[in-house]
């Protein structure tokens, strides 16, 4: 595989959604910044502190919606009732929270479309042409529909995202469980699949999980932390991995 840039005997590749295979962790981060600011403003009036991107590299990038809420606001002292995920976005609740963030997100996609990583598209074609397993696995409710949109769906074997991940009962980010069911479901093991993700949650999940291979991909400017929570190789594109024809 090393035409792949990864070690011979991984037979499958686990893909992270936003900031690895499309360019939404921007739009996340800023949909996440507009919720969580109008929140703390509300609260703490003017001289509110804002939410950081430090703030959302800690305690929210990668991981299930509702546990992004309940950590960013537990990190600034602040507890609500969980609510249910049915709850409108006004609701002052874990899930309102949650879900009004997803209402400017989805608003957000909608108007401006989404746009995929051309680098990681040639590589997972590399990837697929060599004969490994591919898999989605991502937090985001909207998956489905955000693959759809750039007509990616057809590029993963599996996929795990956060509508699987609820009716199967598995926990999110940065537990390892929605990459090992990726794993199991393409009769692979982890010791034999790579993790492919931007997020610091995602590393501590490759970690955890003892998968064979563990990317991380700086968008960002974070590769000494994306390395000091487990990756074995940081890149800022996966075409510096390899792949090309
Ligand atoms: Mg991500």
Redesign the pocket.
Known sequence: MTQLGLPDDIRACLF?????VTRT?VVHAAAWKATFDAFLRERDGADFRPFTDADYDQYV??RPRADGVRSFLASRGVELPEGTPDDPPDAQTVNGVGNRKNALLLEKIRTDGVEPYEGTLHYIDAVRAAGLATAIV?SSANTRDVLRSIDAERLFDVRIDGVVARERGLPGKPRPDTFLAAARDLGVEASRAAVF???LA?MDAGRSGHFGYVVGVDRVGQRDALYAHGADRVVKDLAELGGHA
Request: charged letters at 40%.
């Open positions: 992270d959604l936003d900031g690895v962790a990038d990668g991502s993700e931007d997020a995602g």
